[in-house]
């Protein structure tokens, strides 16, 4: 999962006034290093497993993908059919490869 940007985490965890808690507080509730959170913070990380975005969302008690969004879902607007073929692979696939061996 990808952090949305550092801010979005930093609207809920801090020591600023209206943060929700601290990094610490966070780490505990959603079982992880409290440096995993301080490195969301301050962008020395961006990426995490979904499991850990879930318990973060779910510790701060916020819906899912509202700090982090899935890489791995299509974006909007664009389907199956528009993605590239891979070209050499369907050929293999085929039989058309160029480095078919011939039985003469």
């Known amino acids: 999962m990808k952090l949305r940007n550092t801010a979005a985490i930093r609207a809920f965890v801090g020591r600023e006034p209206g943060a929700e808690m601290t990094a610490s507080e966070l780490a505990r509730r959603a079982d992880c ?10 962008g020395r990380m961006t990426t995490c497993t979904a499991d850990l975005a879930e318990r973060i969302e779910t510790a701060l008690g916020v819906a899912p ?11 909007a607007g664009v389907t199956t059919m528009d993605a590239p073929v ?18 003469s």
């Open 65 to 75: 993908g509202t700090i982090f969004i899935n890489e791995n879902e299509p974006k």
């Open 33 to 42: 290093a409290p440096s995993t959170i301080d490195h969301l913070r301050n």
């Open 86 to 103: 891979a070209r050499r692979s369907a050929s293999i696939a085929i039989g058309g490869g160029r480095n078919e061996r011939s039985s």
